[in-house]
């Protein structure tokens, strides 16, 4: 039966290839892979073909080939590797894999670092949005990058989120002559040109002021850096976030994020969602990337602009929190009901009757099923002699359910 062999080269050249992987290369009459990996086989009798710039061919070339054939890779081939694409185009029983050891491997074993915690981003022929969620959501990843996505646009787009808190490892030409490892920051890793041949490690570094932060539901106040006390209180942001009824992978969009905090409490409830913070006040939104870092904040993502227009380019909700609506709350609610699912919840928190009538009248026009509960907080005032109570404004909770 014909079998095709995906062998995986190691780091160190021909030696770091196994007995059986060299005599199947030995056997082969053709010889598959990129002009690096061939090079490495000079004596080869039978014919070679370079990979580097075209698979379809090197697709129609196995399918018609019957004599014995190997494919060369890169570490693992199936670890960001041509295997991938060798099964969606081949049967998969024409081939057999010979795993070798990979650079990330390679790379935490330089740096003496366990990678079993690692989370494993590419970002070859990618955008560079989604391996930052990635990495921000984690504490510890390897990069594979390309030329375009390099370790200092990586760099600049995690300044760009207020996430500097990472040591990074730039692991440059590993296995040959001109292998270095530059231990740096954040900060000066955006000012670093690579060599094109390399991985990025990133570990997430915490102080002890960091450390003293594990938020739990109804993080204090005066924890949040604010604009004028603009932020959902303690007590109403536990209800609040009881409302929205979230769920581990879901995606909320918090709009009017003010402080951020609701989206840092629900970072915590969503370890696998996404969630969007929308607010058009720059010194709201300086507050907010400070927040985010102070918190540790995984899986949100600052959004500038005026609502409803910049939420067209976001991922449909499963949540919506209205915090506030610079004065748009009923065309923001028209976008909402477009992009809502059937079962979606929105929660919005009004102090006036006139923004809890706006809203009422309009879910019940457009089919929700709502429910408002008022909250009433009254807390002991501090550095008083007697235990009294200040009053806060009562806030209406309104819940709409999409039928």
């Known amino acids: 039966m014909k079998t095709i062999h995906v062998i995986g080269a190691g780091i160190d050249g021909q030696e770091a290839f196994g007995i059986q992987a060299l005599e199947l290369i030995n056997a082969a009459d053709l010889l598959c892979g990129g002009e690096r990996l061939l090079a490495l086989f000079p004596d080869f009798v039978g014919e070679t073909m370079s990979i580097d710039k075209n698979l379809a061919e090197l697709v129609e070339t196995l399918q018609r080939h019957q004599g014995r054939t190997v494919v060369l890779a890169s570490g693992d081939p199936l670890f960001f590797g041509i295997g991938r694409y060798l099964l969606r185009n081949l049967p998969d029983t024409l081939l057999e894999f010979l795993p070798n050891v990979t650079s990330v491997q390679y ?8 990678w079993d915690d690692a989370v494993f981003i590419s970002v070859h022929g990618r955008g560079l949005q989604k391996a930052v969620d990635r990495i921000i959501a984690n504490d510890k990843a390897a990069i594979l990058t390309d030329e375009v996505n390099t370790p200092a646009a990586i760099a600049k787009a995690l300044l760009d989120r207020g996430c500097s808190g990472y040591r990074a490892y730039l692991c440059e030409n590993l296995g040959t002559e001109e292998e270095r490892i530059r231990i740096t920051n954040i900060s000066d890793l955006a000012e670093i040109e690579a060599a094109p041949l390399n991985v990025l490690l990133l570990i997430r570094e915490f102080d002890d002021e960091e450390q003293a932060y594990v938020p739990t539901l109804g993080i204090p106040d005066d924890e949040f850096l604010t604009v004028k006390k603009l932020i959902t209180k303690e007590e109403i942001r536990v209800v609040t976030l009881a409302k929205l009824k979230l769920r581990h992978d879901m995606c909320l969009w918090d709009i009017g994020a003010g402080s951020g905090s609701i989206s840092i409490e629900a970072d915590h409830l969503l370890p696998n969602g996404r969630i969007f913070a929308v607010e058009r006040n720059a010194e709201c939104r ?8 102070k918190f540790n904040a995984r899986n949100v993502q600052l959004v500038e602009g005026d609502a409803p227009q910049c939420l067209e380019e976001l991922p449909d909700p499963d949540r919506v929190f209205i ?13 909402v009901d477009q992009r809502l699912a059937a079962g979606g919840r929105i929660v919005l928190n009004a102090i006036t009757l006139d923004t809890l009538t706006a809203a009422s009248e309009f879910f019940a026009n457009a089919g929700f099923e709502v429910e408002v509960v008022t909250v009433n907080i009254a807390r002991t005032r501090p550095l008083t002699n007697y235990k009294m109570f200040e009053a806060y404004n009562p806030v209406y909770i309104l819940t709409a359910v999409k039928d």
């Open 107 to 114: 790379a935490f074993a330089k740096i003496r670092e366990p």
């Open 286 to 293: 300086r507050f907010i990337k400070q927040n985010l870092q």
């Open 323 to 335: 915090g506030g609506s610079g004065g748009h709350l009923w065309e923001i609610l028209e976008l």
